[in-house]
């Protein structure tokens, strides 16, 4: 099983620029999830999902887009990148919700110009 | 909601002696706390978590104590080895009533050797 990937890795991006932060999974889990991680302050929330079709805003939702139309992916859309999005992405998923291990994606490091 | 307290944000141990972190939480429901361990450069792994039905859980080096009076859960790391050092992070969740982890801001700890 390759577990949780993510891509790309690293991006940059000019202000205003749209982009999709792509995330799979191949251990047939529900519940997915996407937060941000900046120095300092944990990782925050932004949306999350718990099956295909089913989605709901977590922490810090504004600025991006979610969509889940099958149970492995779970891609995560920037309308329009600003500065203040410039952080470090980790994609998650997990069997059983939020009782049970999150698996993590290696991330994505993204900056905004 | 809920909102989770990390201390210290940093602490540097000797090598073999413990390490403790604490973490608060101000939601009386909430029932799942776990930890995570967060290497530079990596991704965020489970290490230990406890249920609210349990005061204390320990895996070999590792222990997690609550007291659900005081609404807080601590780390203990014993005789702790270079390999120790990394970011942890504690989480709380309100398990059955929504899918939200939420996150303290993490602890940086240094194993002086």
């Known amino acids: 099983n390759a577990g949780v990937t993510q891509t790309p890795k690293f991006q940059v991006l000019k202000t205003g620029q749209s982009m999709t932060l792509q995330c799979a999974q191949d251990?047939?889990?529900?519940?997915m999830s996407w937060y941000r991680q900046d120095p300092g302050m944990g990782l925050r929330l932004i949306h999350y999902s718990v099956g295909a079709g089913i989605t709901d805003q977590g922490e810090v939702p504004n600025g991006y887009n979610v969509s889940r139309s099958t149970t492995e992916d779970f891609p995560l859309r920037l309308l329009s990148a600003a500065p203040s999005q410039t952080s470090v992405y980790f994609c998650a998923s997990s069997y059983a919700g939020t009782r049970d291990t999150q698996y993590f994606g290696p991330g994505t490091r993204l900056t905004v110009l | 909601g809920e909102n989770v307290e990390q201390h210290p944000s940093t602490l540097s141990v000797q090598e073999g002696d413990s390490a403790v972190i604490k973490c608060t939480y101000s939601?009386?429901?909430?029932?799942?706390f776990p930890w995570y361990k967060q290497e530079l450069g990596k991704r965020p792994q489970l290490i230990i978590d406890i249920r609210s039905n349990v005061g204390e859980k320990k895996d070999q080096r590792i222990a997690v104590t609550l007291n659900k009076t005081a609404k807080h859960f601590s780390l203990h790391i014993t005789e702790t080895q270079p390999e120790d050092s990394a970011v942890y992070f504690c989480a709380a969740s309100i398990v059955d009533s929504n899918y939200q982890l939420i996150w303290g801001a993490g602890t940086k700890l240094i194993i002086k050797p």
């Open positions: 939601d009386s429901a909430s029932n799942y």
């Open positions: 251990m047939n889990h529900e519940y």
